[in-house]
């Protein structure tokens, strides 16, 4: 039996010596188009950075096809929110997406012409072409959230994590994110996708991972996307969490 | 008698030197600008812009140089000390608030008109103003007027009487009655900008004040203890002052204290040092000691401090130790009606050394919670109460686990085993309330 | 001297004879490395937002210099670049320390760090040239390292200077891809496997070395400037990441070469000896920040003030035209409208009319001639072009944002000059070619009518 794509066993993720992520248990199968859902303050994206390796749990671990993430950084491939980035850097919508082969060339080798061919092709999947070498500044949200999905898909990898890859996007750009989501799939691709809007949701995702601070539930979408998960998700018994947080975090920590 | 006159005359000796070398002048002049650069500091340290005070002590240089330069064209005499109370001293002040306001003018342009950050900004301009002003005084002052080492060392030492403190006496008032009038302004405008605007209160006059007081406090500390060394006091007394409170009032009046008594202790202990053999200066000393006054904090701060932390770690690691033993020799049976339990049994439950129990075994014993026998150790009833409290919590966090998180039940035991050590009453109560008051948790043991 | 000899005897140096070739040689080549070093890694420094850290780094290398000099008895380079080293790098994981374990935010920890260090730097070197002896004679010119002074490089400050080059070089050639990458975004760095922490490291490590060889040139106080004036230039000049490395570090050695240069020529004192090349260096670098801030063609101040007018100019030039066509929509002849008639249609003066119709010469549009706007075929075309977009635009707004009639006027007004052929094909497509506006005017005709 081969193994997941993602599998996170018992996973608690802490933030400042307070659990944010309380034991998340889940397996991801191969060629799933998964949406996270759940209100502000849920630890999607917390989620996505601990299975990425950019957060160490405090306890529980996650498995990528059977590996530790470090031995699998080839393939996954992380879309992060927009904001993190200079958009001031001197670098080119072409330079940019280049740097989505650098995992693949390691450290010292040059991009070959290869390479290049592949960032093409990305940059024709997004339509963004002609914008290939213009400085990065300038650039709409919808156009910003391209060239990222573009260095992704220049990584080449199997397993793609999203962190609101629809925020701030315009409708055109919003449809030919879909349209490209569905195309990976299609490859049997394993893409898991933090998203904000719970009437697209349903739409657009075969499975769905209801998250508020634990794992509400998990599976297909029809299953899933029932009101009372849904109540279960958005409202809630969270009191417990909160205040469980806080006490670990004060007998750690010392101030009040 | 002999024997206790020897052994006092070193106190005696530096008592000695306190009443006959112990020159006051300096001494005040190094207390005046410590006050004020202390006061100044805590507002730009909590506004992040630390490195702002910094970058005014350089750039003031070229105004000074300029100030200088104008009152010898319009003075047309020379002054011997340039520094004191005298004309001179007018022009030097409008040279250095000029430059001052220009320095930061021209970075606030920098960064708001071109794509280049605040940072960079701050630190293309002030050394470049410096470097002007090093130009000016290198092409019109070869002379003394302007000893380099001046600049950097400051020369407390020639403080010799009221005319050489008055403008720092005068700065240092200005920057008491800016405090104590505007207290309020300072404390919001440094908080939350965009309240104060709303409340109309006026931010940019705000800074306009707060950047001249600097630039004023920057030169008339310029004798004492060189513009670079006011860094030091306008930034390390209020960190010292942070770490030790968090209340913006409390931190003003810490800082102020933590300037003043590195001023004084600097000044005593340049003294000492002296007569000791060490050749130094006070402006560095005052700095250092500033510092050491920090690293103490830092370590030494009830709240904040590194002590303090490790000192928690270790209380909370040991809590946890006791509980599980508790809790270990409680699984074990180790009640009066069953039997004792082994060292060597809990500790092989727990999967630790039996030495690591040791201490929790003794602490435990103190606070009446086990009793040690010939056959081993059993649990008191008041320790039995304690487990029972840290079980029930334990177990209703499993079934809370199971119920509203959808976990495996082979999986919730380890989760809990954590948490059970957090779990305060309210929040027992709590769960209890939530799960309906069960009876029995997800292995089917009772919940006690 | 005038001016010209002593360029003269400077060139002359430079090329071998003159009175003093050795050391002027050697000034030169020590500020142009430095210049050059500084540069070529300032563009990370700055770009990581490290600019303040370099500072602090400076500062902080004063004591390592002083208890360098004590250790070795004397100012042998090797062990001053030792002392600075090790003190830097103390210094910054200082900082860190105080960051990671207290609350005391990044700018105050820089900070603290910096006049700590420097503080105990200057008591250090206090006590030396006080203590008198031995030490206290051979630390005459330790002061140097304060303001920097290249006149009294050596050769073996050069070498050092050299191997610092070229180590830096070297790295940012080899690695060019991976300090990018970690700079620009680490958590994709990160995530694909690349060290990153190794090259911040590295990054930190090569700042330490470069600000310790340039110290005797620049000084404490200002080697930190040459790790952020040229490359801030060069930022201002160019969007490409290695042309602003390479253009920043030229713009560092010419910095460098000037600085020398200006301190030989214009700043001697009484014994002929330089200012020392620092101050020089800087000011001269910050002029060409400032230029490059002032008439840089993409992110200059001038050039945004430029395009801005330029921008007016070519709006009142279309608001004649509109104008011009609306007249020529009515019956009059478009090719050559009266003043009297535009100014009435515009609601002014006929004399502020014919400004305005004097200011469309050179446009290629149309030009004033006896007293009437003789609009070219282009002109004509460029007016029908703007009318177009008009009243689509009024349209758009009247059926997709619920605009009432007399309201849609001045939002068209505004934009008409802004929308290009293809958001006009698209509000056509998105409006279903209609004929006519809300005013019940005609649309006039696109190109493919």
Not at chain 2, 138 to 153: A, G, I, K, P, S
């Amino acid at each position: 039996m081969t193994a997941a794509p993602i599998e996170i066993h018992d996973l608690t993720v802490s933030y400042d010596q307070k659990p944010v992520l309380w034991n998340i248990d889940i397996e991801i199968p191969e060629g799933a188009l998964v949406g996270i859902i759940g209100p502000n303050g849920a630890g999607k994206s917390t989620l996505l950075k601990s299975v990425m390796g950019l957060l160490d749990p405090s306890s529980g671990w996650v498995k990528i096809y059977g590996d530790p993430i470090e031995r699998q950084r080839a393939t996954v491939g992380y879309i992060p929110q927009r904001e993190e980035v200079d958009w001031d850097f001197p670098i080119t919508v072409r330079d940019l997406v280049l740097m989505g082969r650098y995992g693949h060339l390691g450290l010292l080798r040059r991009p070959a012409a290869a390479d290049r061919e592949i960032v093409n092709n990305a940059l024709e999947e997004v339509g963004m072409t002609s914008f290939a070498d213009r400085q990065i500044a300038n650039l709409s949200g919808g156009q910003q959230q391209r060239i990222f999905l573009a260095r992704a898909l220049a990584q080449e990898s199997r397993v793609y994590l999203m962190d609101e890859p629809f925020a701030g996007v315009d409708a055109t750009t919003e449809k030919a994110i879909v349209r490209l989501l569905k195309q990976m799939r299609a490859e049997k691709r394993t893409l898991l996708v933090v998203h904000h809007d719970l009437q697209t949701a349903s739409e657009y995702f075969d499975h769905l991972l209801l998250l508020n601070r634990r794992l509400v539930a998990f599976g297909p979408t029809e299953e899933v996307f029932t009101e009372e998960l849904l109540r279960k998700t958005y409202g809630g018994h969270l009191t417990v969490l909160s205040q469980a947080g806080e006490a670990i975090r004060q007998s750690r920590d010392g101030k009040k | 008698m002999t024997r206790l006159a020897l052994e006092l005359s070193p106190v005696l000796g530096v008592a000695q030197l306190w009443f006959k070398d112990f020159d006051t002048w300096p001494l005040l002049m190094a207390l005046l600008v410590s006050l004020s650069c202390g006061l100044l500091g805590t507002v730009f340290l909590v506004r992040r812009t630390a490195l702002l005070g910094d970058a005014v002590s350089h750039s003031v240089l070229p105004g000074i140089a300029g100030g200088l330069l104008l009152a010898g064209i319009v003075l047309e005499h020379d002054e011997e000390s340039a520094f004191g109370a005298s004309p001179t001293m007018l022009f030097i002040l409008a040279g250095a608030l000029v430059a001052g306001l220009a320095s930061t003018m021209l970075i606030e342009a920098l960064h708001r008109h071109s794509r280049i950050k605040p940072d960079t900004a701050l630190g293309a301009v002030f050394p470049a103003f410096f470097a002007g002003g090093v130009i000016l005084i290198r092409l019109f002052f070869t002379d003394t007027h302007f000893d380099e080492n001046c600049v950097f060392y400051g020369a407390l030492e020639n403080i010799f009487d009221f005319r050489d403190v008055a403008p720092t006496l005068f700065c240092s008032i200005l920057v008491v009655l800016f405090f104590l009038g505007f207290y309020k302004e300072i404390l919001i405008t440094s908080f939350d900008r965009q309240l104060s605007g709303a409340l109309g209160l006026p931010v940019g006059l705000m800074n306009l004040l707060l950047i001249s007081l600097l630039a004023l406090a920057v030169v008339v500390a310029f004798e004492a203890v060189g513009a670079i060394l006011v860094i030091a006091l306008l930034i390390i007394p209020p960190a010292t002052a942070q770490l030790l409170s968090c209340r913006f009032n409390r931190v003003l009046i810490l800082s102020a204290l933590f300037g003043l008594s590195a001023a004084f202790l600097g000044c005593w202990m340049t003294i000492i040092l002296q007569v000791a053999g060490f050749a130094t200066l006070r402006a560095p000393t005052i700095a250092v000691v500033a510092s050491l006054q920090f690293l103490l904090a830092l370590v030494f701060s009830p709240a904040q401090g590194l002590l303090a932390q490790a000192l928690r770690k270790r209380a909370l690691e040991s809590r946890i130790l006791e509980e599980n033993l508790l809790g270990s020799v409680y699984r074990l049976g180790g009640t009066p009606s069953a039997e004792a339990v082994t060292l060597e049994e809990a500790a092989t439950r727990l999967g630790y050394p039996p030495e690591k129990l040791g201490a929790a075994l003794r602490r435990c014993r103190i606070r009446g919670e086990l009793t040690v026998g010939s056959e081993g150790i059993l649990l008191t009833t008041q320790g039995r109460e304690k487990v029972g409290g840290i079980i029930r919590g334990h177990r209703l966090w499993e079934s809370y686990m199971i119920h509203e998180m959808g976990a495996a039940t082979d999986h919730v035991h380890d989760a809990a085993d954590h948490i059970e050590h957090h779990l305060q009453p309210s929040l027992v109560k709590e769960l209890e309330k939530l799960l309906g008051h069960p009876e029995l948790d997800p292995h089917g043991s009772e919940i006690p | 001297m005038s001016f010209v000899d002593q360029t003269a005897e400077f060139f002359a140096n430079l090329v071998g004879y003159g009175s003093s070739p050795g050391s002027t040689i050697s000034a030169v080549l020590g500020a142009c490395l430095s210049g050059l070093t500084c540069g070529a890694l300032g563009s990370f420094i700055i770009l990581r937002r490290m600019s303040l850290f370099a500072d602090m780094l400076a500062h902080a290398a004063l004591p390592g210099v002083a208890i360098g000099f004590i250790l070795a008895g004397s100012k042998s380079t090797p062990a001053l670049l030792l002392g600075s080293l090790v003190a830097g790098l103390l210094a910054a994981a200082l900082t860190r320390t105080i960051t990671s374990y207290s609350r005391i935010k990044d700018d105050a920890s820089l900070g603290i760090t910096l006049s700590l260090f420097y503080a105990i730097g200057i008591w250090l070197l206090s006590w030396i040239t006080r203590r008198g002896g031995d030490l206290g004679a051979k630390a005459s010119g330790l002061n140097q390292y304060l303001f920097g002074n290249s006149a009294i490089i050596t050769t073996v400050d050069l070498l050092f200077l050299a191997s610092a080059a070229l180590v830096v070089l070297a790295v940012i050639g080899l690695f060019f891809k991976e300090i990018s990458s970690s700079i620009f975004d680490p958590s994709f760095t990160d995530s694909i496997g690349l060290p990153r922490k190794f090259f911040e490291n590295l990054l930190l490590v090569l700042l330490t070395l470069v600000i310790v060889v340039s110290l005797k040139i620049l000084g404490v106080i200002l080697v930190a400037a040459l790790l952020v004036i040229p490359p801030a230039t060069a930022y201002l000049l160019t969007d490409k990441l290695p042309r602003m490395v390479l253009l920043s570090a030229v713009l560092g050695g010419l910095a460098g070469f000037g600085g020398v240069y200006l301190d030989f020529v214009l700043l001697l004192d009484e014994e002929g000896n330089g200012v020392g090349g620092g101050a020089a260096i800087v000011c001269l670098a910050f002029l060409g920040l400032m230029a490059a801030f002032l008439a840089s063609p993409r992110h200059g101040v001038l050039g945004r003030y430029l395009r801005h007018k330029r921008l007016g100019l070519k709006t009142l030039r279309e608001n004649l035209l509109t104008s011009a066509w609306r007249i020529g929509e009515r019956g009059g002849e478009l090719a050559a409208i009266p003043i009297a008639d535009l100014a009435s249609e515009r609601g002014e003066e006929p004399s502020a009319t014919r400004l305005l119709a004097r200011r469309m010469n050179g446009s290629g549009w149309g030009h004033l001639q006896s007293d009437r706007l003789v609009l070219t075929p282009s002109g004509q075309e460029r007016a029908r072009t703007l009318m177009r977009g008009h009243r689509l635009w009024e349209i758009f707004l009247q059926r997709e944002a619920s605009l009432a009639p007399d309201h849609v006027h001045a939002g068209a007004e505004e934009i008409e000059h802004f929308l290009d052929a293809e958001t006009v094909r698209e509000l056509e497509e998105l409006l279903d070619n209609p004929e006519t506006d809300p005013h019940g005017k005609t649309i006039p005709p696109g190109e493919k009518s």
